[in-house]
Structures are given as structure tokens and as C-alpha cells.
């Protein structure tokens, strides 16, 4: 079982022009799902966090909702930087920077804030 997929992935995204990586993501996304599918070995955690994001990027320039999710503190801040980037590329509207929000960073947020 590979244990480092988000590592992997990340890397995948960062080595990526702006222009490339919706298509990466949603092309990693079926191959998660198919591998989950199928039961094959990968770390559940991190495979719902990949999937996370990228059904996000799917659909974030149509303007549709997904469920807001907690995922990771590392994992959250490198989706964002890599939203950010999406944006700044013309490849995501700049709404997709407030929904990331809704979705991914208040729930964070509030979690931790039930932790302290």
C-alpha cells in the first residue's frame, strides 16, 4: 500500500503548469475511484482528500456546491496554494476562492476551534 499518495500527488500538481492540473486531478480522481472500486490497497484518508479537492476543482467553475469536508492542515494549505495559482492562471473564476473557503477552511477551522 503506498502510504505517501497525497505526497505523491502533490508533487504531481506542483511539477504541472497551471493549465494542466484540473485535468490531472480529474484524471488522478478516476483512477482513485476505480482503485477504491476495487478494493485495492490505498490509504483512505488520503484518497478522500485527493478526491476532495479534486471533485472541488470539477465543479468549481460551474459555481455548483460540494460538502464541506475537514481534511488535513497540510493538505488544505497545498490546496490552496494550488487554487490560488488556478486563479491566477485564468484557469478557475475568482468565486472558486470563496467556495474553497465554505468548503474546505471554515470547517478546518471549526474543528480546531473545538479542539482548544
Known amino acids: 500500500m503506498n502510504s505517501h499518495l497525497f505526497e505523491s500527488f502533490s508533487k504531481m500538481i506542483d511539477k504541472l503548469p497551471a ?3 484540473i485535468s490531472a486531478a480529474e484524471r488522478e480522481c478516476q483512477l482513485l475511484e476505480n482503485d477504491l472500486a476495487t478494493n485495492r490497497p490505498v490509504p483512505k484518508q488520503e484518497a478522500h482528500s485527493i478526491l476532495s479537492f479534486c471533485r472541488f476543482l ?3 467553475k460551474s459555481g455548483l456546491k460540494v460538502p464541506r469536508t475537514i481534511l488535513a ?3 488544505t494549505a497545498f490546496y490552496r496554494k ?3 495559482r488556478l486563479i491566477e492562471a485564468g484557469e478557475l473564476p475568482e468565486s472558486a476562492e470563496e467556495q474553497f473557503d465554505e468548503v474546505f ?3 478546518l477551522l471549526k474543528s480546531l476551534a473545538d479542539v482548544y
Do not use: I, M, N
Open 82 to 84: 494550488t487554487l490560488d
Open 58 to 60: 470539477s465543479v468549481a
Open 105 to 107: 477552511t471554515t470547517p
Open 73 to 75: 492542515p497540510g493538505h
Open 19 to 21: 493549465q494542466g492540473v
